[in-house]
């Protein structure tokens, strides 16, 4: 996956209207698209922190924040609205997943003249910390209704892009957990928080829509780049977030992004903010050209004795006639063959990510002991027939194309699988088979 650069993510969202909910997290989602659609830098730390400003990078506060003495509590309101020639992008604050005001929202939408064309959303945190001891059973009761819901108001044209809640820290001091509660919820939050990832997704694949799953992507970054509080995360991060939705809409539209710089980069060397905090001693990242782990080293051939001693062939039934010289003697030298143990080994017992697969076969770098096989000098080879052309590899490269999200690579997420491209809506009607002729 390329980093994007504003005019291409001008040109990507060229006449869309985008539609953002979702809590804190999700503002600064909205923050990061609408800069990036203006120009190519990130966002501040202030900006960040802002909320329910009267303007940010040329939008505007339609409801809610400051204009209506903003708290924070469940009754939090913030609508903002960033419309320029040819783009139009909107955000909503949630804090909870369903109820009467998301009805409100999308009754609204549906009103409009001009339906959005992506949707982007996602509530969990307050959910789950702020509404007493039936948070949890309402949450799952309020997916089923919400999914069952937008399947009914969105377009078919329209794609819904279900955000998974990212992952948080051990001492969680934001304001979404109660003062109260901030103590004695911080460490039960983070397994809260992966649960209900897992249930979101499932009715989310249920219904038809799509899931970024971000808490998998962002799982290893927690100690660089999560903020203070526990609950968000800086601009380094942010930005990373943003190529991953934008190459998430890419592929679901059928659109081939360019080659370039990889966006994992964004949030390798990006320095931390706030208080220092410890740091573990990580293993150097590999490079692109290497595999990410030492492999293993090569199994040895197997020298098995016989249990009993070979019988001698049998007499010929009649006597060998003198050879006829072919018109193709097999005197050519043969290429080596690698011999393959027999042991009960097979890939599965090793298993490795398809980037570290296409990176070893894609690169110039010379060949590990994994690749390697023993070869004895006493080997000798029975005459072989000559080699026929054999097809074009499987892994050989096709042209760079992006499969939900990451190009060629296909993370080993817990949740939901990824489709090829191109695909169609999936919340149209069944199409049943044609009865057999009796």
Request: charged fraction near 20%; glycine fraction near 6%.
């Amino acid at each position: 996956m390329v980093h994007l650069l504003t005019a291409e993510v001008q040109q990507l969202l060229h006449n869309k209207f985008v539609v953002i909910l979702g809590d804190s997290v999700q503002r600064a989602v909205y923050k990061d698209l609408v800069l990036l659609l203006q120009k190519d830098c990130l966002l501040t730390p202030n900006q960040l922190r802002a909320k329910g400003e009267d303007s940010f990078e040329q939008d505007k506060l339609v409801h809610g924040g400051r204009k209506s003495h903003g708290h924070n509590g469940t009754n939090y309101r913030e609508e903002r609205e960033f419309c320029s020639g040819h783009h139009k992008v909107r955000f909503y604050f949630l804090t909870r997943v369903y109820s009467d005001y998301l009805k409100g929202i999308l009754e609204k939408l549906q009103a409009e003249e001009h339906v959005p064309d992506l949707v982007v959303m996602n509530s969990c945190l307050w959910d789950i910390s702020r509404y007493g001891e039936d948070s949890w059973p309402s949450y799952l009761r309020n997916l089923e209704s919400l999914f069952g819901l937008l399947r009914q108001v969105l377009s078919k044209s329209c794609l819904l892009v279900w955000n998974t809640a990212m992952p948080v820290g051990d001492n969680i001091t934001a304001p979404v957990l109660p003062p109260e509660l901030q103590a004695s919820a911080s460490s039960f939050m983070k397994n809260r928080v992966m649960e209900a990832n897992f249930h979101s997704s499932v009715e989310a694949e249920k219904h038809g829509f799509d899931v970024l799953d971000l808490h998998f992507h962002f799982r290893r970054h927690v100690d660089m780049h999560l903020q203070e509080d526990g609950v968000h995360w800086n601009e380094f991060a942010h930005r990373h977030l943003s190529q991953l939705l934008l190459a998430h809409v890419a592929d679901a539209w059928g659109v081939e992004l360019p080659k370039r710089q990889l966006v994992g980069q964004l949030i390798r060397g990006g320095p931390t903010r706030g208080r220092p905090r410890q740091r573990f001693e990580r293993q150097p990242q590999a490079s692109r050209d290497q595999l990410a782990f030492s492999p293993p080293p090569p199994l040895p051939l197997p020298r098995r004795q016989p249990l009993l001693p070979r019988p001698s062939p049998p007499p010929p039934l009649f006597p060998h006639l003198p050879p006829q010289p072919g018109p193709n003697p097999f005197h050519q030298l043969m290429p080596p063959f690698l011999p393959c143990p027999q042991d009960d080994y097979s890939p599965s017992d090793h298993p490795f990510q398809s980037n570290q697969f296409l990176n070893h076969f894609h690169s110039g770098a010379p060949p590990t002991p994994q690749t390697e096989f023993a070869f004895q000098p006493d080997f000798v080879f029975d005459p072989q027939p000559p080699m026929l052309p054999l097809p074009p590899a499987c892994y050989q490269q096709r042209p760079t194309v992006v499969h939900r999200g990451f190009p060629r690579y296909r993370p080993p997420g817990p949740y939901v699988p990824w489709r090829g491209r191109p695909r169609p809506s999936k919340r149209r009607a069944p199409v049943y088979p044609e009865p057999r002729p009796q």
